[in-house]
T-cell receptor
């Protein structure tokens, strides 16, 4: 049983389109992290959200942590081919608990 | 700055052979993690160390898997004997201990057991 679910599993869009990917759980997490992984490389941290309702922006990427701290979303505005990759959410239930990764959303942005 | 360094990048070996994967964490980081990534199961935590001590090895699949961290700058993950179902990409990551610290991943070892 996956503690963290991500949707959609795969997403293919044209350059310039907007998109949102989701990370959901039935459990409360003390924090959620989003990572991006490119082929042949390890995941790279994009952002950490810790407060329910928190919104963080990283250029064209907007991250939101749900009020109940059970879900998170990542919105990308005007997607570019460089955004292509596997987007992983990861959460820890307590401040010092191990991090659990979701299965990821594989994004392909077509020029 | 040097990131997490893993070796080898690729390993192809026959089933039954011993496989040793190596990791050098970022200097100053005191937590180290070993993950396995496959298409079917995604990214799975195998074991993690804090200050060189194994804290949680509940993700280690079988007794064929073992991990050591003899000092703060080196860790190994060993599979003996290896089986085809062990084929995967194995990642090492390190972080500072404490709240919400990001994990820094190496580029992984792609392991193929024939």
């Amino acid at each position: 049983t996956q503690l963290l679910e991500q949707s959609p599993q795969f997403l293919s869009i044209q350059e310039g389109e907007n998109l949102t990917v989701y990370c959901n759980s039935s459990s409360v997490f003390s924090s959620l992290q989003w990572y991006r992984q490119e082929p042949g490389e390890g995941p790279v941290l994009l952002v950490t959200v810790v407060t329910g309702g928190e919104v963080k922006k990283l250029k064209r990427l907007t991250f939101q942590f749900g009020d109940a701290r059970k879900d998170s979303s990542l919105h990308i505005t005007a997607a570019q081919p460089g955004d292509t990759g596997l987007y992983l959410c990861a959460g820890s239930k307590t401040s010092y608990d191990k991090v659990i990764f979701g299965p990821g959303t594989s994004l392909s942005v077509i020029p | 700055d040097a990131g997490v360094i893993q070796s080898p990048r690729h390993e192809v070996t026959e089933m039954g052979q011993e496989v040793t994967l190596r990791c050098k964490p970022i200097s100053g980081h005191n937590s180290l993690f070993w993950y396995r990534q496959t298409m079917m199961r995604g990214l799975e935590l195998l074991i993690y160390f804090n200050n060189n001590v194994p804290i949680d090895d509940s993700g280690m699949p079988e007794d064929r898997f073992s991990a050591k961290m003899p000092n703060a700058s080196f860790s190994t993950l060993k599979i003996q004997p290896s089986e085809p179902r062990d084929s995967a990409v194995y990642f090492c990551a390190s972080s500072l201990a404490g709240r919400h610290q990001p994990q820094h991943f190496g580029d992984g070892t792609r392991l193929s057991i024939l």
